[in-house]
């Protein structure tokens, strides 16, 4: 069952790289939030119910419900537009998330490491890479965000994959880079969103020194 | 007594060339012909002796400087000398009828046939030699003259262009070549190949595998791999269409054949070399076909589609190695079998569709395909061998094409149970890559025949001269008879096949036996289910036939939804064809777009033209040579074209030799004695 | 044999579940099952009009279509029991031969020399080149996993057993119907209906065939849908008996034709420009699903 949440994982990274509108986006995050729950609850059977509890919340609560309809309040107020505005065409996103995919399969045969369950590996490094992929290629402040979420759900699978011995410190690092990102972005917004109109990128490089 | 049919052979050309003063122009022809057809029977007759009787030897006592000159003739051999054989056969009795409407410029004309008499035999004979020294010279001979039977009009400027770029890069092949025979004389002192097994089989295998590379790109120089293979699509253009048949078929298999001798000799660690040649070949045989969808000249597509071809004959010939080096005999079985059939009917449809192109040429006098169009009711022999080559060519049943691919996919298939990761990875690479190949020769070769023989002239001014004149034809009918008999009964060429494969299974156990036996039962049985195919197609056209004729029937225009215009101007052009493809791969390729935008209320006529040209040419070849070029210019003063200067540098120069020994000399003792202190 | 007759059957009523389908699904009571092959054999009795811009090739195309697809149904096997072509490797022809029938029916559309059907060929070309290494990707990974390299010797030694094999069984299936909707020209990469420039791959290359040409072109359409499905079929039943297996493989193929019927009716058409990726997205999942199998047959740890 692990398995199968983990490829849906994948799949739902490939549907990332083809999708047109920030809403979809959004969807699939709310996607992936629910599959690292359900893995979550699958993998980690050795942890006292306070610590797994604590997890959950996070994952459910966090990744799936409130950090999307954070997204989705800052778009809305900012009347950003639906596009996500790619650099590269779709189908360039969609051959190089795939490169992506298969470099990690050969990759992780390399690993000759026995603790290491080898499927948490390659989705990982696909997410962590796909993720950066995305920062890369779009020109949107809000992209930026997603990406970095994606990034994120990435780094938590790996965490997932040394075993039960999770520590806390991964834990609550994680919640607090949640928190640092959409705390920072949203005061952001809405303090700078009243003044430049178009949350472009592009446009940050005006705030150059000279 | 094949000793002296080889002789025969040889002294034939001497003899030919010699008589060439005593005869017209018209008789040169002839009797060049005449030549070159007795030479294909001495050699098919020795061929087939080899394949009845088994290997013959024999030697030839040295000077020397070369040692003893042995002469091999083996499976391997046989097969290639049998495939050079038979396009050259059918290429000169083309060339013949070619040939005629030049026949004013008779110094040309007779440089030509020495020249190609000189390619046939040089041919042949590397086929047979063994010995270092003596495959150069005969390799440099072939060079040479190739280049001049492709310069045959060499009063245009861009085929003067085009035959040097192809001698610069042939002698690059050659300097690698050459690099490697002295590497192997100067360790074993002896120019025989088999020293070249012996020689291998002492060295650790990365000594091994550094001569295989330097024989690899020298073959693969002549053979077209990517990124050797910038010289292809401009020879191939500008020579005369029977000689791109030729080249095609013939001249790069030679590259190949360099390949498989030297696999055949070199022992070292096979799975490295089997996993580069993969690599190569499938990014050859992709970059080939991507960029030949682009192209506009009819004769630089086909060409690029030669590289394409390569590439699968170079994955074939790849899997074989990891077959080897793997101790898979599957995979060997089905890699070399793939690749050896494969060369065969490679040289056959190519030099078909060559010489259909020679036809639309003499027909038209152009290679733009842009201009032409509704070619097969002027030229209806023409056109259905063209299509029949086409089919042949994407690979699709029943004919030739589908028999190799499916060789070569039967042992990727099978090689998918091995235990390791990333052998099978590297198998799924090659399987996507060929299948991707299919695809894209599909999308090239609609094109090419849609938009030349299909639809109406694109452009009206364009003539075109008929009748065609059946010799011009009857060449092309028989090498679409060999196309069609392989693939319907690929069995009668089986035992050659399986005497040339089991070459390289030095060890062939029972089981590896039965798998060979099994893979020629399954390509037996295609060969039936593809006249199954042919047959149901004609039974179902018979039936149609029967019902449509029972019924009214009439002729009209183009419906196309209603739309009655100028349905000339509207179809569409090769270009809009492949539109949507060329945005895709807008990286890969490097096109140089004219667009002129409609302006104003009434618009002139606009046009957009794209040029097509090659990224791994600007990068490797064009852009360094401009670099060495920006820093060489930075010395012409030394060039200034006074004699004086000129001998002012040979006074220096003398200076430097006279004085050098002392210089040195004297900076040893002060050496010496600063180490003294 | 009895692959033949049964995917023959299918044919017949398989559009016809489709199109009351997508007519239930649009509140009307639709026309009967058998309608489209009605109209096929109204077809047949009609006569034809030739263009004069045509060849050979357009009057030999249809025929030739059909007779490809013909062929590759002759080694579609049903479970346990072979077609009638079987031998190792035969998937590849399998494809090869589909893409005979394809190359000739594009040069029939360029035949023409009308820009409409170009442009529909032109499409037709990319869409289907981009959708081989699916095929051959999903072929690659059942032959991982089975051992076997024949059609027959895969279907039949495929079972499912663990829980991730189920998520790949599920996969597989959605690639071949989406394999089946791209091949036939349906929603949501065509609109079969609509005869605007902007939509149209394959209905428009067949916009001058008419009469007796026509009905085998569209049978042809209705063969290859029943083609899929028995493909699709043979992923379930792997080595059940023949009372079993028949019955499972006209319900498989009845849902699909259900599926396919829902599918066009609620998803709008894509993009034209986005069809490319939409089309490789299949070889990707594709990837994934031999990842998967080299997951289960251990080879990867």
């Not at chain 1, 696909?126 to 992209?143: D, H, N």
């Not at chain 2, 030699?129 to 009009?153: D, K, R, T």
Request: glycine content about 8%.
């Amino acid at each position: 069952m692990i398995d199968i949440l983990l490829i849906t994982l994948t799949m739902s990274l490939l549907y990332m790289s083809i999708a047109n509108r920030l809403a979809t986006y959004l969807r699939i995050l709310v996607m992936q939030g629910l599959i690292l729950f359900g893995t979550t609850f699958l993998t980690l059977t050795d942890l006292n119910t306070l610590n797994l509890l604590l997890i959950m919340l996070e994952t459910l609560g966090f990744k799936a419900i409130a950090v999307p309809w954070f997204m989705n309040y800052i778009i809305k107020k900012n009347h950003i537009t639906r596009e996500t505005e790619p650099y590269l065409p779709n189908f360039i996103s969609l051959l190089i998330v795939t490169v992506i995919l298969v470099s990690a399969i050969i990759l992780s045969s390399f690993i000759e490491e026995e603790f290491l369950d080898k499927t948490f590996f390659v989705v990982a490094f696909s997410t962590i890479f796909s993720g950066l992929y995305l920062i890369v290629s779009r020109k949107k402040i809000i992209t930026h965000v997603i990406g970095y979420i994606v990034i994120e759900n990435g780094v938590f699978v790996l965490s997932l994959a040394v075993g039960n011995e999770m520590p806390m410190l991964v834990n609550l690092g994680i919640m607090l880079d949640i928190f640092a990102t959409v705390l920072i972005l949203g005061i952001f917004f809405n303090k700078i969103g009243d003044v430049i109109k178009d949350p472009d990128v592009n446009l940050l490089s005006n705030l150059k020194d000279n | 007594m094949e000793k002296l049919l080889i002789e025969l052979f040889n002294l034939l050309t001497l003899a030919t060339i010699l008589s060439f003063p005593f005869f017209k122009i018209k008789g040169k022809g002839i009797i060049s012909l005449i030549a070159i057809s007795s030479q294909v029977v001495l050699a098919s007759i020795v061929a087939f002796s080899v394949f009845l009787n088994g290997p013959i030897n024999f030697s030839y006592p040295g000077s020397w400087v070369t040692g003893v000159i042995p002469m091999r003739m083996d499976y391997l051999s046989a097969w290639f000398m049998l495939v050079i054989s038979f396009t050259f056969l059918t290429g000169s009795w083309y060339g013949f009828q070619y040939m005629k409407k030049y026949k004013d410029q008779t110094a040309n004309l007779t440089m030509h046939a020495v020249a190609l008499m000189f390619a046939y035999t040089t041919l042949i004979d590397l086929c047979i030699v063994q010995n270092g020294f003596v495959m150069l010279v005969v390799w440099e001979i072939m060079a040479l003259s190739s280049f001049i039977i492709v310069i045959f009009e060499h009063y245009k400027k861009e085929t003067l262009k085009a035959g040097i770029n192809y001698l610069i890069q042939s002698h690059v092949g050659i300097l690698f070549l050459t690099i490697a025979f002295m590497w192997v004389k100067i360790k074993t002192g002896s120019f025989d190949f088999q020293a070249i097994t012996d020689f291998t089989v002492s060295q650790p295998a990365i000594g091994g595998i550094g001569l295989f590379l330097c024989f690899f790109v020298g073959f693969g120089i002549k053979a077209g791999f990517v990124p050797f293979h910038t010289w292809l699509p401009k020879a191939h253009p500008a020579a005369p269409a029977h000689v791109s048949g030729i080249m095609s078929g013939v001249i790069i298999k030679i590259g190949i054949y360099g390949i498989l001798r030297m696999l055949l000799l070199i022992k070292t660690d096979m799975t490295v070399i089997g996993y580069f040649i993969v690599a190569i070949s499938v990014i050859t045989g992709i970059y080939g076909v991507m960029l030949a969808i682009v192209q506009h000249n009819f004769k630089k597509l086909l060409a690029y589609h030669s590289i394409e071809n390569i590439g699968i004959i170079g994955i074939g010939i790849g899997l074989g190695c990891l077959g080897v080096g793997f101790g898979n005999q599957i995979m060997t079985i089905c890699g070399f079998g793939g690749a050896l059939l494969h060369t065969l009917n490679h040289s056959l449809f190519k030099s078909l569709l060559f010489y259909s192109s020679g036809n639309v040429y003499q027909a038209t006098h152009t290679m733009d395909i842009e201009k032409l169009g509704g070619l097969i009711k002027k030229m209806p022999h023409t056109s259905y061998l063209f299509l029949l080559g086409a089919l042949a060519i994407c690979g699709l049943p029943p004919f030739n094409g589908f028999v190799s691919e499916f060789f070569v996919y039967s042992g990727l298939f099978q090689a998918l149970s091995s235990d390791k990761v990333v052998p099978i990875l590297f198998l799924l690479f090659a399987i996507i890559g060929l299948s991707l190949i299919g695809g894209l020769a599909l999308i090239c070769f609609t094109k090419v025949f849609g938009v030349v023989f299909l639809g109406t002239p694109r452009d009206k001014q364009i003539e075109v001269q008929v009748p065609e004149k059946s010799m011009s034809y009857i060449p092309l009918y028989f090498v679409g008879l060999m196309i069609v008999l392989i693939g319907v009964v690929p069995f009668l060429l089986a035992p050659f096949l399986i005497e040339t494969i089991q070459l390289y299974l030095p060890s062939l156990n029972f089981s590896g036996y039965q798998h060979l036996v099994l893979m020629m039962e399954n390509l037996t049985s295609i060969g039936w289910y593809s006249l199954g195919f042919i047959a149901l197609t004609a039974a179902l056209y018979g039936l149609r036939h029967l019902v449509v004729s029972s019924r009214k029937m009439q002729e009209d225009n183009t419906w196309s939804c209603g739309y009655i215009g100028d349905t000339d101007k509207m179809q569409y052009t090769a270009s809009s064809f492949v539109r949507s493809y060329r945005k895709l791969m807008e990286p890969f390729l490097l096109i140089r777009k004219e667009k002129v935008e409609a302006s104003g209320l009434y618009p002139k006529a606009i046009d957009q033209v794209t040029h097509p040209g090659d990224k791994v040419e600007k990068w490797l070849i064009d852009k360094p040579l401009t670099f060495i070029r920006g820093l060489l210019n930075r010395f012409a003063f030394l060039q200034n074209g006074k004699i004086q200067f000129y001998i002012l540098y040979g006074i220096i120069f003398i200076g430097l030799v006279l004085l050098l020994p002392v210089i040195i000399h004297q900076i040893s003792v002060w050496i010496l004695f600063l180490n003294q202190l | 044999m009895i692959s033949l007759i049964i995917i023959l059957l299918t044919s017949l009523f398989f559009m016809g579940i489709v199109v009351r389908t997508k007519s239930i699904a649009s509140g009307r009571k639709g026309p009967g099952i058998f309608q489209p092959m009605y109209d096929i054999f109204r077809l047949f009795k009609k006569g034809t009009v030739y263009s004069k811009t045509t060849s050979f090739i357009f009057k030999l195309a249809p025929t030739a279509y059909l007779a490809s697809v013909l062929m590759a149904i002759l080694m579609v096997p049903h479970g346990n029991s072979p077609g009638l072509i079987s031998f190792n490797g035969d998937f590849v022809m399998f494809a090869y031969t589909l893409a005979f029938g394809k190359f000739l029916l594009i040069i029939s559309a360029l035949d023409t020399g009308s820009s409409f059907e170009g442009m529909g060929a032109s499409r037709e070309a990319l869409y289907s080149m981009l959708v081989e290494p699916a095929l051959f990707i999903l072929m690659g990974s059942f032959a991982l996993f089975t051992g076997q390299t024949s059609f027959q010797g895969i279907f039949s030694l495929l079972h499912f057993g663990s829980d991730i094999s189920y998520l790949l069984g599920a996969l597989a299936t959605a690639v071949f119907v989406m394999m089946a909707m791209i091949e036939n020209s349906r929603m949501p990469f065509d609109d079969p209906k609509t005869h605007l420039e902007l939509t149209m791959v394959h209905e428009v290359m067949i916009l001058d065939n008419s009469g007796f040409d026509l009905g085998l072109i569209q049978y042809t359409t209705h063969l290859k849908f029943a083609m899929y499905g028995a493909l699709i079929a043979n992923l379930f039943i792997g080595q059940l008996p023949l009372t079993f297996s028949i019955p499972l493989f006209f319900v498989i193929q009845v849902l699909f034709a259900i599926a396919v019927g829902i599918i066009e009716s609620f998803r709008a058409r894509f993009r034209m420009g986005h069809n490319p990726q939409y089309i490789f997205i299949l070889s990707s999942v594709a990837l994934l699903l031999f990842f998967g199998i080299l997951l289960i047959t251990g080879k990867f740890f």
